[in-house]
C-alpha cells in the first residue's frame, strides 16, 4: 500500500476516537500490554516523561521536548491528535516519521489487528513506542491520549510524571465531577516516580496528594514552586522572567502559556535537583524560543497574518476557550471575527456563552462524525446574543471573514482541532514545516 493507502486502512480497519467519538473509545491495558509483548516491550527499551491533563499537555510536552533536543539528547516525542498530517503525532528532534516506516508498521501489524482488535490510538501508541526503541531515542516525551489511568500510554515507566490541570472534558468516559476526572488522571502517577502538578486546588489537590503518598511518588505543585516569577505578552510569544533560568522569550503565545510555562519550569526544575537529565541553561532559552522548529507545534494561539490579524488555537473546551477569550481581550483590533467549528460531543453551549457578544461569527462544521452542525451551532448562538451566519464549508467561512475584515481587524479561527487543521492546510501551508 502507499502511505495515502494505508492512512486510509488505519481510519477504516480500527476505531478511532477522532472521527467516530465514544465507539471507538477502549479504555484499559490489557491489549497494548499482549501487542507490546508480541513486539518485544519496545516501550521497556527507552527512557520517558509522561504528561497527562486536561489543557495544555501538548504544549507542556512539545516545549520540554524542544528542550531536551536543544540540550544534545535524541529525544522522541508522541501527542496527538494530529492536525494536518499523521506523522505529526510521532517525531524525533521534530522531524516526523517516514511514511515508509508508518506503511511497513501497519503491514507487520496486520495479525494485531486481526487477533486483538485495537482501537486506533493503541496501535499507535504502539507504533510510536516501536519507532522510538528502534531509532534508540535518548528520551521520549510522551502524551497522554485521554485521561490516564486506562490510557495506553500508560504502560512506561517514566522518569517524571507530569499533570497540567483537570477541567471538564471527556466527562461521559472520565466523570461528571473534577475529582472523578482527576483520578483518572492520577493514573499516571506510578511508585516512587516524581509528579509535577501545573494546577490544582480543593478536592482536585487532595486526589493527587493521596495517590502520590499511596505510590511514595515525590509531588511538586507548580504553584507554589516560584519558578515563574512574571511573564509578559509580546507581539511574537511571552518574555518569561523566572526564579533558576534568568529572563528570556517564549515562542508560543497566548494566556495558556503563562501556565504551560510555570509547569515546565517547574518539571525543569525537579529534573534538575534529580538529576534525570542534563539539561544548560542555554538549552532552556533556546528550547522554549523554538518550540514550533523543534517540536512541530502548531496551532497554539498561532499568529498565521500580520494585516488583518489572524490567529489560530486549538482550544476546544471550556477552560481552554476561557483562556483563549482571555488572550482575544489582550489584543489591540477594531472588529473581531470569529470562525468557530465545534464537535457534538463538547458542551458546546457553555463555549458559547463564554465568547464575546461583539464579534461577528462564521459557524462551520468540522470534518467529523461527531461534527455539530454549523445551523445547529448558530441558531443556539443567535439564542443567546450572538451575531453571525452558518456556512456550507470551513473554506467558505473563512474566506467570507476575511473578505469582510478591515485591515485593522483581528480574525480568530477556532473551536476545534479540525477547523484549524483544514485552514492551515488548505491556506497556510507554508507554516506547517513538511511536504
Known sequence: MSYQETIDFLFSAVPCFQQQGAVAYKPGLERVLAMAEVMSN????????????????????????????ASGYKTGLFTSPHLVDFRERIRINGVPVGEDYVVDFVDKARPLLEKYAPSFFELTTLMAFSFFAEQKVDVAVIEVGMGGRLDSTNIIRPELSIITNVSADHTQFLGTTLPEIAFEKAGIIK??????????????????????????????????????????????????????????????????????????????SVIAERNLFTIPLEAVHDGFASVIERA??????????????????????????????????????????????????????????????????YFVAPPSERALSASVLKDYALQIGLKGES??????????????????????????????????????????GYK
Not at 59 to 64: C, I, K, P
Not at 198 to 215: I, L
Not at 222 to 228: K, P, V
Request: charged share 15%; net charge negative; proline share 4%.
Open 191 to 268: 511508585k516512587d516516580i516524581p509528579v509535577v502538578i501545573g494546577e490544582a486546588e480543593g478536592e482536585v489537590r487532595t486526589v493527587f496528594a493521596q495517590r502520590a503518598q499511596e505510590e511514595s511518588a515525590p509531588i511538586y505543585f507548580a504553584e507554589e514552586s516560584g519558578a515563574l516569577l512574571s511573564c509578559e505578552d509580546r507581539a511574537n510569544g511571552l518574555y518569561l522572567h523566572t526564579s533558576k533560568y534568568g529572563s528570556f522569550p517564549a515562542q508560543l503565545g497566548g494566556a495558556a502559556q503563562h501556565l504551560n510555562a510555570r509547569t515546565i519550569l517547574t518539571a525543569l
Open 391 to 432: 456556512f456550507p464549508t470551513i473554506s467558505d467561512g473563512f474566506l467570507t471573514a476575511k473578505s469582510k475584515a478591515k485591515p485593522d481587524d483581528l480574525i480568530y479561527i477556532g473551536g476545534s482541532n479540525y477547523v484549524v487543521a483544514e485552514v492551515l492546510r488548505d491556506f497556510f501551508p507554508q507554516l506547517l
Open 42 to 69: 519496545p516501550h521497556l527499551s527507552f527512557r520517558s516523561i509522561h504528561v497527562g491533563g486536561t489543557n495544555g499537555k501538548g504544549s507542556t510536552a512539545s516545549t520540554l521536548a524542544s528542550v531536551l533536543s
Open 296 to 361: 512541530g507545534l502548531l496551532g497554539r494561539w498561532q499568529q498565521l497574518s500580520m494585516t488583518p490579524q489572524i490567529f489560530c488555537d486549538t482550544g476546544h473546551n471550556e477552560a481552554g476557550i476561557a483562556l483563549v477569550v482571555q488572550q482575544i481581550a489582550r489584543q489591540k483590533y477594531t472588529h473581531l471575527h470569529i470562525v468557530l467549528g465545534m464537535v457534538s460531543d463538547k458542551e458546546w453551549q457553555k463555549v458559547l456563552s463564554l465568547l464575546p457578544q461583539e464579534a461577528t461569527y
